[in-house]
DNA sequence: AAATATATTGAGAATCAATATCAATATATG
DNA sequence: CATATATTGATATTGATTCTCAATATATTT
């Protein structure tokens, strides 16, 4: 079994929560899928499968996993919350092209280490942070260039 | 006359758009506002002041503002918008108090030089960008510490 | 295993920010 | 002054997300 469902079955129990078919089935559903994606997303993608689950289910579902500590959120500022993975995924932050909106992956120690300070400087205890680099990726300069 | 004024009557002349009443007052109403709004806030406040301007007026007038470089955007993740003065206030990221709200505006010169190189790296021609820093403030650690 | 308590689900309604529609009004320009 | 264009505001609409609540499923206790 995959160690990810085994984790979430240990946060159920641990939270005395049940371990359900719909709980199951939608954190399968996002393992299968390596990109971002949104509840909406797995919702359609379930639906196409086999009995419908219910919308709400999977909004909930999710809380669960970010909760677990298997998803994490990611906000594109389009309104939409989607999610990735974490477990295995160690902590990043995205380039995010505002041409194609194609996203990649990128972690900087110098800037890491930075953001502590700058938190500490403030006396703030920092736990987590988000950051979007926005621009346009190669390709989408070179279409525009013609 | 304030210069974000004049600034925007420039801009709203330079793009053959109209400078009207209601574009004034939501400038101004903006202007007055130290902390960060969102379009909600200030249609409200403006309410309380004379004749009502429609809040669809407020929503169009902010993005005005945006495009005129007078007012960036800001998103705590919260699903509201809010808007923040860019004129005279040079860029700046936030730290962001996880218990209280409370937002800090905060700088660091290596961080920004970081991220021009992360995203040549990717060969990605940056435009802008957004940074949270999410944690905890000493009043708030003290509280829960009590 | 039956009975009881508790958790979960799903359909649909509700919410909330933001946007679109469109007729009435205001403003600019020839 | 007449015509074209822009703006406004009331209202409806959208879209994502959350809430409600009765029906169902799962655990726990006798």
């Known amino acids: 079994m995959k160690r990810e469902k085994e984790i979430f079955e ?7 929560l049940r371990d359900t078919r719909q709980r199951e089935m939608i954190l399968e559903a996002f393992l299968q899928r390596e990109e971002h994606v949104s509840a ?47 477990y295995n995924h160690p902590h990043h932050d995205h380039l995010v092209c ?16 930075m953001q502590k300070k700058v938190a500490e400087s403030h006396d703030f205890e920092l736990t987590d942070h988000e950051m979007y680099l926005y621009g346009f990726c190669a390709d989408c300069r070179n279409k525009s260039a013609k």
Chains 1, 2 share one sequence.
């Open 10 to 16: 240990k946060f159920l129990s641990d939270q005395h």
């Open 40 to 86: 909406e997303d797995l919702y359609g993608l379930l639906k196409k499968k086999g009995p419908a689950i219910g919308q709400a289910t999977v909004y909930r579902v999710m809380k669960l996993l970010v909760e677990a500590g298997l998803v994490r959120e990611v906000d594109f500022g389009d309104g939409v919350r989607r999610y990735e993975h974490c």
């Open 98 to 113: 505002r041409g194609c909106g194609k996203t990649v992956e990128v972690v900087d120690p110098v800037i890491e280490e």
